[in-house]
């Protein structure tokens, strides 16, 4: 894919862009020729991302401190992308939540706020991404943890599930629609999620991915139009098993690997 003239560059639109997979995923955007508009929570770590992209690149990168678990939110984005007159041509839904402990461990709060952002407010960032582009590339960002129960984080399990359910079935829903639709798969990424389950993480340490070379594979495919992203051989692999083993059998073995 050749980097886009500045007249022609064209606005990739991507949450949780301050860090991350969202980061990666910003990073390449923007080395592919695509403006930036990144949200994020934090005000000064979204700052600080859109510093480091625009020393690396040469494109514009706005910037929206939002929490997209709160329903003001999307009013506030309409509202912003109107007034900058902004119609992103890529779009992802990347933001998200996890908690990694039993689900009688879990605070109503973490619960109820993993939930509004995982899947209340994809659902209506799909919707909005819907009514304002007019072509380009939809993406949600699920996980391989959709394919499979996952005691130890039940929730974030069942959410990322959500996903790549939704998705899919709008992606047919959509089919020959100027606006494709794709739901992005990543498996366990060195990031702070990671780093936020100590040595459980390391568990998966031959899965492990930078987030880069999954954001690098994963715009590859998005501007192919593919309906499910999976980067990474080994995910492939571990995808296909989940789809011939019993579910019981594969809740035991994640059990082992995020109870112990």
Same mark, same amino acid.
Request: aromatic share 6%.
């Given at each position: ?5 500045? %007249?022609?560059? /064209? *606005? ?8 991350? $997979? ?14 930036? +508009? ?5 005000? !000064? ?16 990168? !706005?910037?929206? /401190? ?7 939110? +999307? ?15 890529? *779009?992802?839904?990347?933001?998200? !939540?996890?908690? +990694? ?9 973490? !619960? ?26 939809? %993406? ?10 996952? /005691? ?11 996903? $790549?359910? +939704? ?6 829903? &959509? ?7 794709? %739901?992005?798969?990543?498996? /366990? ?38 309906? %499910? ?13 989940? &789809?011939?083993?019993?579910?019981? *059998? ?11």
């Amino acid at each position: 894919m050749q980097k886009l003239s500045a %007249v022609e560059k /064209p *606005w990739a639109l991507i949450t949780g862009g301050s860090r991350g $997979l969202g980061f990666a995923l910003a990073r390449e955007c923007a080395r592919k020729g695509y403006h930036l +508009f990144l949200i994020a929570r934090t005000e !000064e770590a979204l700052r600080q991302a859109a510093g480091t992209l625009r020393v690396e690149g040469d494109g514009r990168v !706005e910037i929206l /401190p939002l929490d997209l678990s709160q329903e003001d939110s +999307f009013p506030r984005l309409s509202k912003a992308l109107e007034e900058k007159q902004i119609i992103p041509e890529i *779009w992802i839904n990347n933001a998200g !939540e996890a908690y +990694f402990k039993r689900f009688t461990q879990t605070a109503t709060e973490e !619960e109820s706020g993993l939930i509004r952002l995982n899947v209340l407010a994809i659902t209506a960032m799909t919707r909005l991404a819907l009514s304002i582009m007019k072509q380009g590339h939809l %993406v949600n960002v699920a996980s391989t943890a959709a394919f499979i129960p996952g /005691p130890g984080a039940s929730l974030y399990y069942a959410s990322k599930s959500f996903v $790549l359910n +939704f998705t899919m079935a709008l992606s047919v829903e &959509r089919k020959n629609k100027p606006v494709t639709v794709s %739901v992005l798969c990543p498996g /366990p990424l060195d990031t702070e999620m990671l780093k936020m389950r100590g040595d459980k993480g390391k568990r998966a340490a031959f899965l492990i991915m930078s987030p880069q070379k999954a954001a690098r594979y994963a715009l590859k495919k998005i501007t192919k139009g593919k309906r %499910v992203i999976i980067p990474g051989l080994l995910n492939k692999i571990m995808v296909s098993c989940t &789809r011939v083993l019993p579910l019981g *059998w594969i809740a035991k073995i994640i059990a082992r690997s995020n109870l112990r």
